[in-house]
T-cell receptor
Framework: AQKVTQAQTEISVVEKEDVTLDCVYE???????LFWYKQPPSGELVFLIR??????QNEISGRYSWNFQKSTSSFNFTITASQVVDSAVYFC??????????????FGKGTHLIIQP | DTGVSQDPRHKITKRGQNVTFRCDPI?????LYWYRQTLGQGPEFLTY????????KSRLLSDRFSAERPKGSFSTLEIQRTEQGDSAMYLC????????????FGPGTRLTVL
């Protein structure tokens, strides 16, 4: 069975601080995908990033960066110089790979990030 | 560029009534997914379609839940004999078949069962 754990229920920081959201996953699949989604107060889930299990390169996109470590089954997300607009619930998710594609996502419970001005 | 749309956005019903939700995926996407999200939790996968074929339905919460995608375009999710525990946000997502499973989500339908 697959499982995603986001141990941080809520994080509150002051604007411009850096913040890291933790994600630990469990899977028996050798090929799998990891994702981060953002859910702002409006409610619609926004895709942020996908990472394949065979690609452990870290990725940076503007103020966002992701650290994938298979050895510790972690896929952490860092926001540099946080802004109030970053306030949202962030979900880490995992999917396996079956046949010609992957299947339903297994989500963590989310981390509520509050950026105070 | 039209995203995933869902209708209605909100539904209030009385316990025991049947409800049906519609999802229109991104036009070129052949995969369609349904999820349920309750307060304070992440979305929970229910079922998915590739074109009109329902490839996974073991995660549907009970036999009161059913989904269809008759022509491989829009999909409907029906809940029969609703219960108060069915109150939740029902999310639809779509993706392209391929090596990746990048799912794009709609705004959801919020169901309240009185």
């Amino acid at each position: 069975a697959q499982k995603v754990t986001q141990a941080q229920t809520e994080i509150s920081v002051v604007e411009k601080e850096d913040v890291t959201l933790d994600c630990v996953y469990e899977t028996r699949d050798t090929t799998y995908y990891l994702f981060w989604y953002k859910q702002p107060p409006s409610g619609e889930l926004v895709f942020l990033i996908r990472r394949n299990s065979f690609d452990e390169q870290n990725e940076i996109s503007g103020r966002y960066s992701w650290n994938f470590q298979k050895s510790t089954s972690s896929f952490n997300f860092t926001i540099t110089a946080s802004q109030v607009v970053d306030s949202a619930v962030y979900f880490c998710a995992l999917s396996g790979y079956s046949g010609g594609g992957a299947d339903g996502l297994t989500f963590g419970k989310g981390t509520h990030l509050i950026i105070q001005p | 560029d039209t995203g995933v749309s869902q209708d209605p956005r909100h539904k209030i019903t009385k316990r025991g009534q049947n409800v049906t939700f519609r999802c229109d995926p991104i036009s070129e996407h052949n995969r369609l997914y349904w999820y349920r999200q309750t307060l304070g939790q992440g979305p929970e996968f229910l079922t998915y379609f590739q074109n009109e074929a329902q490839l996974e339905k073991s995660r549907l919460l009970s036999d009161r839940f059913s989904a269809e995608r008759p022509k491989g375009s829009f999909s409907t999710l029906e809940i029969q004999r609703t219960e108060q525990g069915d109150s939740a946000m029902y999310l639809c997502a779509s993706s392209l078949r391929g090596d990746y499973n990048e799912q794009f989500f709609g705004p959801g339908t919020r169901l309240t069962v009185l």
